[in-house]
T-cell receptor, first 114, second 112 residues
Framework: DGGITQSPKYLFRKEGQNVTLSCEQN?????MYWYRQDPGQGLRLIYY???????QKGDIAEGYSVSREKKESFPLTVTSAQKNPTAFYLC?????????????FGPGTRLTVL | KNQVEQSPQSLIILEGKNCTLQ??????????LRWYKQDTGRGPVSLTI?????NTKSNGRYTATLDADTKQSSLHITASQLSDSASYIC???????????FGAGTTVTVRA
């Protein structure tokens, strides 16, 4: 898991609630990423940030929001607009913002909608 | 259609045996290919990375091969151990935007 921490490990959400997943890294990496992992599918990119105060949508950004106020932190909010949020969420970071660098992953947060 | 296809979806092997996992990709232009190991409920951890000019790379009992002409890679696990039980994910990076394409993974179960 390197120097990336995610919390909480398990999260339960009721219908209509917004929830925020935490991701912190102490690797001094410029780039950070959020992925969603569903059974039988490859990881899908939700949002990524190459530098503080800047972020871009990934392939499945609808229903999610992020912020990048500090280099070390990249929290993900799952809003009520996300219709099927139950999944395993992975945060990653890499040194080169170009994407060539290896991505280091956190331990993940499993979100379940009740 | 996913640009990275892995096979088999899952396999079961006895401890001490060898196995080979396959990865076919259509990502172009190709930059590099990585194999990650993901234990259940954990984040993926990098095993190997190969660029266009490399056709084999080892990391302990893990050996990855790459054929950039046929766009195929394999991951060979030698003398499997119970701790090798995990999902193995093939990840391909495109040269243009360095976007990563992930395979769905192969779940390996090693039994005593």
């Amino acid at each position: 898991d390197g120097g990336i921490t995610q919390s909480p490990k398990y999260l339960f959400r009721k219908e209509g609630q917004n929830v925020t997943l935490s991701c912190e890294q102490n690797l001094n990496h410029d780039a950070m990423y959020w992925y969603r992992q569903d059974p039988g599918q490859g990881l899908r990119l939700i949002y990524y940030s190459q530098i503080v105060n800047d972020f871009q949508k990934g392939d499945i950004a609808e229903g999610y929001s992020v912020s990048r106020e500090k280099k070390e932190s990249f929290p993900l909010t799952v809003t009520s607009a996300q219709k099927n949020p139950t999944a395993f969420y992975l945060c990653a970071s890499s040194r080169p913002s170009s994407g060539e660098g290896e991505q280091f992953f956190g331990p993940g947060t499993r979100l379940t909608v009740l | 259609k996913n640009q990275v296809e892995q096979s088999p979806q899952s396999l079961i092997i006895l401890e001490g045996k060898n196995c080979t996992l396959q990865c076919n990709y259509t990502v172009s232009p190709f930059s590099n290919l990585r194999w990650y190991k993901q234990d259940t409920g954990r984040g993926p951890v990098s095993l190997t990375i190969m660029t266009f000019s490399e056709n084999t790379k080892s990391n302990g009992r893990y050996t990855a091969t790459l054929d950039a002409d046929t766009k195929q890679s394999s991951l060979h696990i030698t003398a499997s151990q119970l701790s090798d039980s995990a999902s193995y994910i093939c990840v391909v990076s495109a040269q243009v935007d360095y976007k990563l394409s992930f395979g769905a993974g192969t779940t390996v179960t090693v039994r005593a």
